[in-house]
């Protein structure tokens, strides 16, 4: 199967560049991967996309977007990558069940994923207590009491984020000194309502429905604890999803595809990045839609200089 754009990834990123490409008139296709819609489709209420002034189901907020791709002539298809020759002229992408698409350029908005602490509670109250990203969810939880695990910046940035929403946030920190930054720290530290536990793992999380508290243990002492919480932020860290790419594409140390600055271009020609596999910092479906509309309007510029040199080329030589 051909066409002139590919874009790998139906997130925000990879939709909304769906919409700017179908509506130039450019052949599209998205490839849904193995999560369709993205982790907004496993989120309940988004209250922070502008134009939803209720907020809106996460589900149904990414059934609207590949309605609107589709109403101007986006293809998706619901299948994985499985292989990619990107360095070469057209892009190959083979797909798990076997079929390849042959493009002319290709837009990457695979997204990345939380890292989790693996335990049987976070799939279960995910949506209802537990969340990896504060400025998403911790609207929900104002006026109550929340943990965060984690020692690194991330985790801190979290925490000061919560702790002028929340009655009170208690920071989790597996050692005895945290990998974030001093200027973090001290912030962290002076903050009245944040309260760190040191040397604290995580045991469970409590709760049936919804999250009531998290049972943790100090590894020194190997004393147990129950904290009475209704939100459990997860920040550990996220990975972007890049692996298939690895080897042909530009990644920092981290595995985040690096594109060049003010653009979604990426080191390989004809091939663009969007949304979170590209922002290790913002992780928002508003920022990573914003990189969508900007792929797209890079992939359409550049195919269109492409042909206009092909065909300079074409009648120098007639």
Not at 30 to 56: C, D, H, M, R
Not at 107 to 131: C, D, M, P
Not at 243 to 252: A, K, T
Request: glycine share 10%.
């Amino acid at each position: 199967m051909t066409c002139e754009i590919a874009i790998v990834g139906s997130g925000p990123a990879g939709y909304t560049a769906a919409i700017y490409a179908a509506r130039a008139g450019l052949q599209t296709i998205v490839i849904a991967g193995s999560e369709p819609g993205g982790q907004l489709t496993k989120t309940s209420e988004v209250e922070n996309f502008p134009g939803y002034p209720e907020g809106i189901l996460g589900p149904e907020m990414m059934e609207d977007l590949r309605r609107q791709a589709e109403r101007f002539g986006t293809q998706v298809i619901y299948d994985v990558v499985e292989h990619a020759v990107l360095t070469a002229q057209p892009k190959r992408l083979r797909l798990s069940s076997g079929e390849e698409i042959v493009a002319e350029a290709v837009i990457i908005a695979t997204g990345s994923s939380a890292k989790w602490l693996g335990l049987e509670a976070e799939r279960r109250l995910y949506g209802a207590g537990v969340s990896a990203c504060a400025v998403c969810d911790g609207f929900f939880y104002r006026g109550q009491p929340v943990a965060v695990v984690g020692g690194g910046d991330t985790a801190c940035e979290e925490a000061l984020y919560l702790s002028k929403l929340c009655s009170e946030v208690h920071l989790l920190v597996r050692r005895d000194k945290m990998r974030a930054s001093k200027i973090m720290q001290d912030r962290v530290k002076s903050t009245p309502n944040i309260h760190i536990h040191w040397n604290t793992v995580t045991l469970d999380i409590l709760g049936e429905k919804f999250v009531e508290g998290v049972r943790v243990r100090n590894v020194q002492s190997g004393e147990e604890t129950v904290l009475p919480i209704r939100g459990f932020f997860v920040a550990i860290g996220h990975q972007p999803n890049t692996e298939i790419f690895r080897g042909q594409i530009e990644l920092d140390e981290n595995g985040y595809i690096i594109t060049h600055p003010k653009s979604t271009h990426t080191n390989v020609e004809g091939v663009f990045a969007a949304g979170d596999v590209q922002d290790p910092v913002y992780r928002q479906a508003v920022t990573a839609a914003g990189t969508g509309c900007m792929a797209a309007l890079d992939a359409e510029r550049w195919l269109s200089q492409r042909r206009y040199l092909l065909q300079q080329a074409e009648n120098s030589v007639s």
